[in-house]
């Protein structure tokens, strides 16, 4: 509906989908519909993820994060951070071992315990722009501040680590 770009989109089946993005526009998909969704910002919104139909997690710019119950209550979550928030926002979500953790682009993974998002002790000065569940552990893609290539960060339940890889050219 009009010029919206939609950033993410998660869900809990192919009958349950959130998507969220430009101006604070949160999507959900139900019985079949999309429906546009009262926000609680008009915040640019990068990341999503449902837990359940009733358990919603949004996040955008400058570090606004919301847990939504699916309805009409939206509550807003914490961060410890010791910067501005200007800059920082949550570019992707992934639940690993039953917690959920956030990408952050200037600052590293947080995770998620009871309303506020906790940050993950760095390895090195990591950058980490995406997230996701394996069965190897929970990897985060990015860069390393002042270096460049790829960088994994990696969380095998116990231990976090953080290393360069190269692809060799063809």
């Not at 919301?66 to 410890?80: P, V």
């Not at 917690?99 to 002790?121: E, H, K, M, Q, T």
């Not at 394996?134 to 680590?161: H, Q």
Request: charged share 25%; hydrophobic share 35%.
């Amino acid at each position: 509906d009009g010029d919206c770009n939609i950033h993410r989109i998660h869900g809990v089946g192919p009958d349950f989908m959130v998507a969220v993005g430009d101006s604070g526009l949160v999507a959900r998909y139900r019985d079949g519909k999309w429906e546009k969704i009262r926000p609680p910002s008009n915040a640019l919104l990068k990341a999503v993820w449902c837990r359940s139909e009733t358990e919603i997690y949004v996040s955008g710019w400058r570090g606004y994060t919301w847990r939504w119950d699916g309805d009409s209550r939206w509550q807003k979550l914490k961060i410890d951070f010791e910067f501005e928030l200007r800059d920082f926002n949550f570019s992707e979500f992934a639940e690993y071992q039953g917690i959920l953790y956030a990408a952050c682009s200037v600052n590293g993974i947080y995770r998620l315990d009871g309303d506020r998002w906790i940050p993950i002790p760095k390895t090195q000065d990591e950058d980490v722009c995406s997230l996701t569940a394996t069965s190897s552990g929970l990897i985060g893609l990015g860069a390393l501040w002042g270096e460049s290539g790829s960088w994994l960060t990696r969380f095998d339940g116990k231990t976090w680590t953080t290393q360069q890889v190269q692809i060799p050219q063809v």
